[in-house]
């Protein structure tokens, strides 16, 4: 079995509390975790699922933000970022189980048995389905019971499950939303010698309906997170202190998000791209007339490598717009910060000043 010796016994700044971190985790706080969403369809309805419409019930496939049509998709996105793992998530993962297991293979392929794979489920599955995702490769399973078998948690097919995935040496858990408190579950998870996982409960556009219906109400302070799910959160950790985590709204945020999205960003970028303290890039835009652009960057004997020309726009480095004479004369040129990713969202545009000024309008 592979375990942590980290140690943690209080939230940090980002408000995540954590003791006994499995391996999947401590990737994911890396940034080193490839995301590998194999389906949108599932069986369940939860009141709090957060998926989004573009996802759910929609049985396509997903590297991160990369639509996947391929297996060199897949291997391209992993490669990109330098992944040292996979979490495969959905939707159900396993009512596409033969997808799940074809990615499973195809990862431990082509990186290795270091690739640390983990998977979400909302189902309990029987032996000998456990037995093929062992086979498989998969390191590590976190299993979602319904609510309604929280308080029953050791008399459903979950509990058998969990004991099963560690009788057959992998890594195994139960991973579930801070709604209240849980003391039946982590006893029977502490009995299996498994981990506990709670999330912070969150607001999105799909789940606020139902969860405005419940009584929830959003945090002041967190646009997104539910009030009181992080104290229920932190109360369950330090009544379990030895085997469970609570991760907050703001630590998937501001941790795995943008530890993702520098990984990404530091194996990617460009000569001329400046790497953000979260992980976006930001260059110069030139736009227009690109031709005469070109003609400057050439005469000003810029290096090639710290300018490209993408066909209708030149992107370089985002001082260069300033410090080159004439640029911003003759071409529209502006200063954008986006994620580095294929087509990545742009975060911020400044235009800049014909005269070349650099000053903003």
Same mark, same amino acid.
């Given at each position: 079995?592979?375990?942590?010796?980290?140690?943690?016994?209080?939230?940090?700044?980002?408000?995540?509390?954590?003791?006994?971190?499995?391996?999947?985790?401590?990737?994911?706080?890396? !940034?080193?975790?490839?995301?590998?969403?194999?389906?949108?369809?599932?069986?369940?309805?939860?009141?709090?699922?957060?998926?989004?419409?573009?996802?759910?019930?929609?049985?396509?496939?997903?590297?991160?933000?990369?639509?996947?049509?391929?297996?060199?998709?897949?291997?391209?996105?992993?490669?990109?970022?330098?992944?040292? !793992?996979?979490? #495969?998530?959905?939707?159900?993962?396993?009512?596409?189980?033969?997808?799940?297991?074809?990615?499973?293979?195809?990862?431990?392929?082509?990186? &290795?048995?270091?690739?640390?794979?983990?998977?979400?489920?909302?189902?309990?599955?029987?032996?000998? #389905? =456990?037995?093929?995702?062992?086979?498989?490769?998969?390191?590590?399973?976190?299993?979602?019971?319904?609510?309604?078998?929280?308080?029953?948690?050791?008399?459903?097919?979950?509990?058998?499950?969990?004991?099963?995935?560690?009788?057959?040496?992998?890594?195994? &858990?139960?991973?579930?939303?801070? #709604?209240?408190?849980?003391?039946?579950?982590?006893?029977?998870?502490?009995?299996?010698?498994?981990?506990?996982?709670?999330?912070?409960?969150?607001?999105?556009?799909?789940?606020?309906?139902? =969860?405005?219906?419940?009584?929830?109400?959003?945090?002041?302070?967190?646009?997104?997170?539910?009030?009181?799910?992080?104290?229920?959160?932190?109360?369950?950790?330090?009544?379990?202190?030895?085997?469970?985590?609570?991760?907050?709204?703001?630590?998937?945020?501001?941790?795995?998000?943008?530890?993702? =999205?520098?990984?990404?960003?530091?194996?990617?970028?460009?000569?001329?791209?400046?790497?953000?303290?979260?992980?976006?890039?930001?260059? !110069?835009?030139?736009?227009?007339?690109?031709?005469?652009?070109?003609?400057?960057?050439?005469?000003?004997?810029?290096?090639?490598?710290?300018?490209?020309?993408?066909?209708?726009?030149?992107?370089?480095?985002?001082?260069?717009?300033?410090?080159?004479?004439?640029?911003?004369?003759?071409?529209?040129?502006?200063?954008?910060?986006?994620?580095?990713?294929?087509?990545?969202?742009?975060?911020?545009?400044?235009?800049?000043?014909?005269?070349?000024?650099?000053?903003?309008?």
């Amino acid at each position: 079995m592979k375990s942590s010796s980290m140690k943690i016994s209080e939230a940090d700044e980002t408000g995540s509390m954590y003791t006994k971190l499995c391996r999947g985790c401590r990737l994911c706080m890396k !940034g080193a975790k490839l995301v590998l969403f194999v389906t949108g369809a599932c069986a369940r309805d939860c009141f709090y699922c957060p998926l989004s419409e573009a996802r759910k019930g929609r049985d396509d496939v997903y590297a991160n933000e990369r639509r996947v049509l391929s297996d060199e998709d897949v291997i391209a996105e992993a490669k990109r970022m330098r992944a040292l !793992g996979t979490g #495969i998530t959905g939707g159900e993962p396993l009512l596409k189980l033969e997808r799940t297991l074809h990615y499973i293979r195809l990862l431990k392929a082509k990186f &290795g048995d270091r690739h640390h794979i983990h998977l979400y489920t909302g189902i309990a599955p029987p032996d000998s #389905i =456990l037995k093929r995702l062992r086979d498989a490769g998969l390191d590590e399973i976190r299993f979602h019971p319904p609510v309604e078998d929280w308080d029953r948690f050791r008399e459903t097919s979950f509990f058998h499950a969990l004991k099963r995935s560690k009788g057959l040496g992998m890594d195994a &858990g139960v991973e579930i939303p801070s #709604i209240r408190p849980v003391p039946q579950m982590a006893e029977a998870v502490r009995e299996a010698g498994g981990f506990l996982n709670v999330n912070e409960l969150e607001f999105s556009d799909t789940n606020s309906a139902a =969860l405005k219906k419940k009584g929830y109400r959003l945090r002041d302070d967190i646009s997104n997170a539910v009030l009181g799910s992080e104290k229920t959160g932190h109360e369950i950790v330090l009544n379990n202190i030895a085997y469970t985590r609570y991760c907050s709204s703001r630590f998937k945020d501001a941790v795995q998000l943008r530890e993702r =999205l520098k990984r990404i960003a530091r194996h990617t970028a460009r000569p001329f791209d400046e790497i953000s303290a979260d992980g976006t890039i930001i260059y !110069g835009e030139i736009e227009g007339n690109i031709t005469d652009a070109l003609r400057i960057l050439k005469g000003s004997n810029i290096p090639r490598r710290m300018y490209r020309s993408y066909g209708g726009r030149i992107e370089t480095a985002w001082w260069l717009l300033e410090e080159t004479g004439g640029l911003c004369a003759v071409a529209r040129c502006s200063i954008v910060e986006r994620y580095p990713l294929d087509n990545g969202l742009v975060v911020e545009r400044i235009p800049l000043r014909s005269s070349g000024s650099g000053d903003s309008e």
